[in-house]
């Protein structure tokens, strides 16, 4: 039921090398609708409800939040071909804990009288279309599937262009997948995307719907740091913190408006782990011991940034693979186990 994948960008000088890399000779045609309220109800929970042709099959799929970057609640259902080659949801089609889900953000939803869901105004908001190049790498961690993605993104009239790489997880340890991702980000220069192809096509959808390019926007930062003896709450903490400071990577990464309170929160994000690493030894051994010194120069090179009001080279930064990298060592320690265990008292 979970996902456990994560997901890069590709600079275009870089797409030919990993297709040669990933060996792959045959492209399978992916084609999906993606479906939402018109209000995004799905979408401003962290959900996706998707139908996808996966070369002559169909699948349904539903995605929702998981436990951190790397994990997402997914299903998969086999679906029918559409009778007239429209596509539609049957939300009777998934099991009891998705079907959970979807009530709690579809409150008019009635599984006893519309199992379906035909009545709670879901619509086609936006499609990918894509070629998918595969292929699997094995290591001591586990099995990882290494996908190319490129293709575009569909909302009305406006298109938006897909290169991706996504590493999944197909047996052993989430290790195996951050051991993959350091592999080709050193190689091919490669930026962690947290954001998903549902989160950009419902942002495109809304530019369509409104003819206004969307915001970028602050990503909240985690409050008060645990106390010492809270391992789980350290490893909560540090989960968040994650997903502010590559969450505003993300949105730096393309240019868009409100560029500049992003940066803003970025900094002050690092800022906060900054004063967490030096006040917690628990946070600080869970971390590779370069990592404090890696988070000084990042914040460093943030300040400056702030000071000039470069968005440009903030583009530039959160596009840096040594970025990336700074955000692997963070998932390594949150998958890893030392962080679960209590640090022992003095």
């Avoid at 029918?80 to 939300?91: C, I, K, S, V």
């Avoid at 094995?138 to 262009?161: F, K, T």
């Avoid at 192809?197 to 969307?214: C, D, E, N, P, W």
């Avoid at 913190?241 to 393309?254: F, I, P, Q, S």
Wanted: charged content about 20%; hydrophobic content about 45%.
């Amino acid at each position: 039921m979970n996902e456990i994948e994560l997901k890069f960008q590709i600079p275009a000088a870089q797409v030919k090398a990993i297709h040669a890399d990933i060996g792959a000779a045959q492209a399978l045609p992916l084609h999906a609708a993606y479906f939402d309220t018109g209000e995004h109800r799905l979408a401003r929970h962290r959900m996706a409800l998707r139908v996808r042709r996966e070369g002559d099959a169909w699948v349904q799929t539903f995605k929702g939040a998981g436990a951190d970057a790397m994990t997402r609640l997914e299903e998969n259902v086999p679906v029918p071909p559409p009778a007239d080659g429209r596509p539609r949801p049957d939300l009777s089609r998934h099991g009891a804990e998705v079907q959970a889900a979807l009530q709690r953000v579809l409150p008019q939803w009635s599984p006893a009288t519309d199992p379906q869901g035909l009545q709670v105004g879901l619509g086609a908001l936006y499609e990918t279309c894509f070629d998918r190049w595969q292929a699997d790498r094995d290591s001591a961690e586990g099995r990882v599937q290494v996908c190319l993605d490129r293709g575009e993104i569909r909302a009305g009239v406006l298109r938006e262009p897909l290169a991706e790489l996504e590493l999944e997880l197909l047996s052993g340890h989430p290790l195996a997948v951050i051991a993959q991702a350091r592999t080709w980000v050193a190689r091919h220069d490669l930026w962690l995307d947290v954001q998903s192809k549902a989160m950009k096509g419902t942002r495109l959808s809304a530019q369509a719907a409104s003819g206004h390019i969307v915001a970028a926007q602050v990503v909240p930062a985690p409050g008060t740091v645990p106390e010492q003896d809270d391992p789980a709450g350290w490893r909560a903490w540090l989960s968040a913190m994650l997903d502010a400071c590559a969450g505003h990577g993300a949105e730096l990464a393309t240019e868009r408006p409100g560029g500049a309170a992003v940066l803003t929160a970025w900094r002050q994000c690092i800022a906060q782990l900054l004063d967490a690493l030096n006040s917690s030894p628990l946070l600080s051994e869970a971390l590779p011991p370069h990592f404090a010194e890696d988070t000084r120069h990042l914040a460093h090179r943030l300040n400056t940034l702030v000071a000039s009001g470069d968005l440009q080279g903030a583009q530039a930064l959160a596009r840096d693979p040594q970025t990336t990298q700074w955000s692997l060592d963070v998932l390594s320690a949150l998958v890893g186990t030392r962080l679960n265990t209590a640090h022992p008292a003095a």
